[in-house]
């Protein structure tokens, strides 16, 4: 009975533990930070036609901050098949996948789900948020769950709680509305300020008009 019970207890502390998963770039061990590192600098360069054309090329091995920028040319490499935001992507599939398994009962959705939000290497790829300008610049890492394309994607069941970004990026949406709002209505007002200021205008001049024929006919009759 002994053995049981603690057996139970070694099952539902390996379960916590898978479900703890949580992805981060920064994950990586060291060996593969460097090398993913090396991989992306290599990538640059040569997209740029070779080192001495790519004075931006850099890769942070701590905070896997990476740029590339070459001296004649824009990079023309699709974001999604960099080195790091493709190894970002896998790691969050990898991590979805381990958090399906924490799961009971039927877990075939949860992973239809991890590979519908990870179509790694394509332009239906979840956004990596590791590219800075300056490699002392740290990454965002966490953003909105969208992919290059520009489309919503669904939870990325990575260990990241991205519902907060969403909601903050709906607000901003709605901040601009009510500004675009607020100008038509400020528009609409001056619009009608102008046309009044326009009538009154027309009105005066054929009131001075009219009292200038009523002028003319007095005098005329008194003739």
């Not at 877990?107 to 519908?116: H, V």
């Not at 009510?178 to 609409?188: A, F, L, Q, R, V």
């Amino acid at each position: 009975m002994k053995f049981t019970i603690n057996a139970l207890l070694f099952t539902a502390a390996a379960v916590s533990s898978v479900s703890a998963e949580t992805w981060k770039i920064t994950n990586e061990n060291s060996g593969s930070r460097q090398n993913l590192c090396a991989l992306q600098v290599s990538t640059c360069q040569n997209n740029c036609g070779g080192p001495d054309q790519a004075p931006m090329a850099f890769c942070n091995t701590t905070t896997m901050a990476w740029g590339c920028g070459c001296l004649k040319k824009t990079p023309d490499f699709e974001t999604w098949n960099w080195p790091i935001p493709a190894a970002d992507c896998k790691g969050s599939n990898s991590a979805c996948v381990k958090n399906c398994d924490s799961q009971s009962g039927d877990r075939s959705k949860c992973f239809t789900s991890c590979q519908d939000t990870h179509k790694c290497n394509t332009e239906d790829a979840p956004v990596s948020y590791t590219e800075t300008t300056d490699p002392a610049i740290e990454p965002r890492y966490i953003g909105p769950a969208v992919s290059y394309k520009g489309d919503k994607l669904g939870d990325l069941n990575d260990g990241n709680d991205r519902s907060n970004l969403v909601a903050s990026e709906d607000d901003d949406d709605s901040e601009s509305e009510d500004s675009s709002s607020k100008e038509d209505e400020s528009d609409k007002d001056k619009d009608g300020k102008e046309k009044d200021s326009k009538t009154s205008g027309a009105a005066s001049v054929f009131k001075t008009a009219g009292l200038a024929m009523a002028a003319a006919v007095v005098a005329a009759v008194s003739f």
